[in-house]
């Protein structure tokens, strides 16, 4: 089985910002702590998944943290961020290796901890994510 090269793009990364203002979101609105987390884990489980840079020359990571500064402002509801997300998982499984959907599964669950640890949305929304990305098995 020859293992194709997947590159992520800028369009990667910004659709994992709406997976992950959806966990941030589900409970209404979106801490500061929150965001903190997220610039965190950016730099720790996004920025390392590979070296491709944005038309500006930045980590095409930091994607990621721009669209959810912009979902913030928009104060686009969890759901419809969720479905965006979902939509995109489906459209491009390819892109979605074990090593990717672990750290998608690390990063929602460390936003969600970040701010009063988990609340009964946030957990909502943590498990619709794990069903999606297949990860039954680390269901909380």
Known sequence: MVMKNIHHNEKFFRKLGYAFYSVAASDG??????RKML??????DWVTLELSQDEFGSE???QIEMLFEYLTE??????????????YFKDNLELFTDDVIDRIYHTSNRIAESFHSKNKAELNTLMRLHLLLGK???IL
């Open 29 to 34: 609105t979106v801490a500061e702590d929150e």
């Open 39 to 44: 610039h965190q884990m950016v730099i720790e």
């Open 60 to 62: 095409a990571a930091y």
């Open 74 to 87: 928009q104060a686009m509801g969890s759901e419809k961020a969720f479905q965006k997300f979902e939509q």
């Open 136 to 138: 039954e098995r680390h």
